[in-house]
């Protein structure tokens, strides 16, 4: 029987071998790490003994790979699913709003929910319709060069608008700012979620942490399979030979006996295996920093799960009930701050949108996840990588190939369907 190693437990790895394993195709998974997960994963909180992510994810009806996988490992009940889109947003005057879509037949539950969106004036949801309705006959050519930006300015998107919507929408999605994301990229995002149907455009958390949720099912599922998984073992060197890997080193085992190799870690810890000339990668990613700020209060006045706020240097607010989880994307700015200076940003902000008080809060725990993604902007289109490599029995995955979607856990699922797929083909037609 063919063998796979894989090498990285991220969602793409874990995705790869999940599809393997269930197809009775012997798979070894390692990771460098002591934890598995990537940046999907939970951890305790040493002071508060709570279980805390490293970065709160959000879901969507419209993942499709992801909740593929997901069922495949028996995890859905470990997901808070909404009936209908609903958003709550905070401004500076403490004011809540909302998009939440009525009981209404899609697609007039969301034409509803955009008419009821108090943030906006009636010219506003005016100009926000009909920008949602020309979506479909746009040309995706006419997007290429432009940035999020520059694509809503000519789509006659004001800056309310952008501030009120579609720039925490971007923010949120592509982690990078209107000014630099790719405008055709988050076309797609906005096919994906107004334009496939009620269910696509639904809020997905995970109920538990991360790992708890999803990562330690994916491990299980893996060893019910007799998939190996190895923790804490770094992966070195390839051998190639007649364009062939025939050996995998780590620092503290050889592997010789691998007919094929997923690769599913970042791009800057492949180059520290193999030159990426040698793969026929030609791409050269920038990255950006994810900020979560994890605030324990002595009492929390919030009451929903999650909010948005409208133009402010942080992004949303997790209601965790003991604790809030804050998230800062396209942070590489802010992250540069001290501690000290980060948690005085945030209080400065609850204050402003929320009642949440500086002598509420009773500890904090700043975690910065410095190249959380890369940015998906103009350069980036045409540049990613494909699954397959110069090297015949290796293959890509992770976020940053070659799947038409942005740095997300949706974009790392569906690198490793395709990279699984390529084995099992390569499998059938040897």
């Not at 109920?207 to 099912?217: A, F, M």
């Not at 520290?272 to 209060?297: Q, R, V």
């Not at 103009?378 to 490599?389: I, Q």
Request: positive net charge.
């Amino acid at each position: 029987m063919k063998r796979c190693l894989i090498v990285g437990s991220g969602i793409a790895g874990l995705t790869a071998a999940s599809i393997l394993s269930s197809k009775k195709i012997p798979v070894t998974l390692i990771e460098s790490s002591p934890k598995f997960g990537g940046r999907t994963f939970s951890f305790k909180e040493s002071q508060s003994g709570d279980i805390i992510d490293n970065g709160q994810h959000i879901l969507m009806g419209c993942y499709d790979e992801t909740l593929s996988f997901i069922k495949l490992i028996g995890a859905e009940n470990n997901l808070l699913y909404q009936k209908n889109l609903r958003i709550n947003f905070l401004s500076k005057r403490k004011e809540g709003y909302s998009i939440k879509a009525s009981s209404l037949f899609y697609p007039l539950n969301l034409l509803s929910a955009v008419c009821n969106y108090d943030a906006l004036n009636l010219i506003e949801k005016f100009k926000f319709i009909r920008f949602l309705l020309k979506l479909p006959f746009i040309s995706k050519k006419s997007l290429v060069n432009l940035s999020v930006r520059e694509w809503l300015e000519n789509g006659n998107q004001d800056e309310i608008l952008v501030k009120s919507f579609w720039g925490i929408l971007c923010v949120g999605a592509l982690n990078a700012s209107p000014d630099n994301a790719s405008a055709l990229i988050f076309y797609d995002i906005l096919l994906r979620i107004f334009f496939k149907g009620n269910f696509a455009s639904t809020i997905i958390l995970p109920k538990y942490g991360l790992s708890e949720s999803i990562i330690n099912p994916a491990i299980s599922f893996i060893k019910k399979y007799d998939g190996k998984i190895i923790s804490s073992e770094r992966v070195k060197k390839f051998t190639i030979d007649n364009e062939k890997i025939v050996q995998v080193k780590s620092d503290s085992n050889t592997y010789n006996d691998v007919d094929y190799v997923i690769s599913a870690i970042p791009l800057y810890a492949l180059e520290k295996i193999i030159p990426k000339e040698e793969l026929g990668i030609k791409t050269d990613l920038s990255y950006s920093t994810i900020l979560n700020i994890h605030i324990w209060l002595k009492e929390n006045p919030l009451k929903e799960k999650f909010y948005g706020l409208i133009d402010s240097q942080l992004h949303w607010i997790f209601n965790k009930g003991s604790h809030i989880n804050i998230v800062v994307s396209n942070a590489n700015d802010i992250s540069n701050k001290t501690d000290q200076g980060i948690i005085e940003l945030a209080i400065n902000e609850l204050e402003k949108f929320t009642y949440i008080k500086r002598e509420l809060m009773i500890n904090y725990r700043i975690i910065k996840e410095r190249r959380a993604t890369f940015i998906a902007d103009k350069n980036s289109l045409f540049d990613r990588p494909k699954s397959g490599t110069k090297i015949k029995n290796l293959f890509l995955a992770g976020d940053w190939t070659d799947t038409s979607l942005p740095s997300t856990i949706e974009g790392a699922a569906k690198s490793g369907r395709i990279a699984a797929e390529n084995v099992m083909n390569e499998i059938i037609n040897y």
